[in-house]
C-alpha cells in the first residue's frame, strides 16, 4: 500500500511544444485529499496523466504510483466495464452504488442518461476498485447541487492518496487538507484547504511585490550614484593623464605620477567598480522578484453585438412542450425579449439541456442569429474546431488568441498547441464567435472546464451583455451575476420566477 507518491526533478514538454511545462518539479502526495488548482493550461491534467502513467516525464522521476486510478473529465466507458461494473454483487461495488445512488440496470440505458449521472457512475467504477491512489479531473462538472453533495459526501470516506483537479472552491474546501497552486512561472505547495492556501499565497504575493517595489528603488538609487561616480572617475582620469601637458614640463608631470602612485585620484575610479557590481546584482535580484509576480491580465471578452429589434425573439401560448421522450408542462406562457437575461435550472435529467437545444431549433427555423454554446464537444466537432482555427488566415488567427487570452489562457500555448484542453476549446469556440453578431446567446454549462479566473472573465462579459441571453448552469453564484429570471424545471414542470438582481 502506498503512503506517499514522490515527484523528483521532473521535466515534461510536448513535443509540439517549444518550451518545458514542467522543469526540475517536487512534488509530494501523501494520505487525504491534495488539491491542484491552475489556470486552464497550466499542467493540471497533464500532471495527473504523469502520475498515473498515461503520459512518461522528459526526465526526472515519480515513486509511489504504482496502483493509481485516474478519472479524466470526459465520460467514455466501454460496454464491458460498464456490464462488468452492473453485474458487480460485491460489498464494495454495493456500497458506492448506493452512496452514489446508482439507478441503472442495463447497458443501453447509459446512453440516455445526463453527463451528470454518467459522471457518478464512472466514479462509482473508480471507488470500487479501491485503488491505493485516486486521482479525479473535474469530478463535479455536469452535477446539480444534490449530486455534488452526494460526491463530496462520498469522497470523504475513501482512505487512500487522493489527487483532485477542480475549480469547484466549495468542494475544494471541504477536502482537501493540502493544495497544489500551478502557476506559469512556478508551483506552490501549501498546506490547508483552499481558501487557506488562496489566502496564504495572496499574503506572499505582496511580500514579493513589496519586496519588488524595495528592489526596484535600491536599483535606481544605485543607478543615480553610479551616473555620479562615473563623473568623478572621468575627472580624475582627465586629472591623471600626461596628454597636453609639454614635454619639458617636468613639474607637472612629477605631479601626475604621484598622483598614480599615492592612488588618490584613482579612488573615485576604484569605488566607481564596487559601486557597478552593487548595481549589477540589485539589477538581478528585481528581475528575479519581478519574474515571481503574477502576471497582470485584462481579462473580459467584448461581444460585437446589436440589440433586436423584434418584439420577441420567441413566445409561446402552448400549454407543454413534448420532446417525444418527456413531455415538460408550463406554468405559464413562455417569451424571451431582446434584452431578457434567463437561467435554466433544475437537477440532472430535468430536461435543461433538451430544452436549450429546443429553443435553439426554433431560432434556426425563424432565421434569429444565435449562438449556441454546447454543455460538451464531440470529437468531431473538437477536430473541426482545431481544423477550422488552424486554417484561420494570420489577422484573423490573431484576433481569437487575443480572445482566448482574455479569458485567461496563454496564447502562446494555444498557438502552438496540436491538442487543447477541453476549457481552451470552449475559449477558441468562444473567440471564433465574437463578431457573428447574434441576437441571443444560449449557452450549456458554460462555466464546466473553465478555472475560476476565466469564469470571473466570463462572468464579467456577459453581465454586460446588451442581447438576450438563456444560460444552462448549476453555478448559484454565477448564474445570480448575469441573469434576472429563472426558468426552474422540476418535476416534469416549467415555472418562471423574475428575480430584483443585476
Known sequence: MSEHITIHNLNFLYDSQSEFLFQNLNLHFGPGWTGIVGKNGSGKSTLAKL?????QPYSGSIQGNGSVRYVSQDTFITTESLEDFLYDDSKVSGRYKNLLKINID???????????EKRRILLAMALSEDPEVLILDEPTNHLDLDSIQIIGNTLSHY???GILISHD?????DLTTHCIFLEKNFCLERSGNYSEGKKEMERETQERIHDWETARIERKK????LSRRREEASLSHKHRSKKGLDLHDHDGR????????SGKDGQAGRLKQQLDKRFVHSERRENEIFAKLPEKENLGIVWKTETSKRKHLFLSVEESFDFGFMKLNLDAHLQILPESKISITGNNGAGKSTLLKFLAKQFEEKHIPYLYLPQEFSKEEIQSLQREFQNLKADTKAKVLSGVHRLGSDPKRVFESKRFSPGEIKKIFLSLHLETNPEILLLDEPTNHLDIKSLEALENSLRSLSIALVVV??????????????????????????????
Do not use: C, P
Not at 447497458?107 to 442518461?113: A, C, I, Q, R, T
Open 51 to 55: 502520475i498515473s502513467g498515461d503520459l
Open 106 to 116: 442495463s447497458k443501453e440505458d447509459y446512453d440516455h442518461l445526463s453527463f451528470g
Open 159 to 161: 482512505q487512500g492518496i
Open 169 to 173: 472552491r466549495s468542494l475544494l474546501d
Open 222 to 225: 544605485l543607478e543615480a550614484e
Open 254 to 261: 612629477q605631479k601626475k605620477n604621484l598622483a598614480r602612485v
Open 473 to 502: 448552469s448549476h453555478d448559484r453564484r454565477f448564474v445570480e451575476s448575469i441573469t434576472k429570471e429563472e426558468w426552474s424545471l422540476e418535476n416534469l414542470s416549467l415555472t418562471q420566477k423574475h428575480l430584483d438582481r443585476i
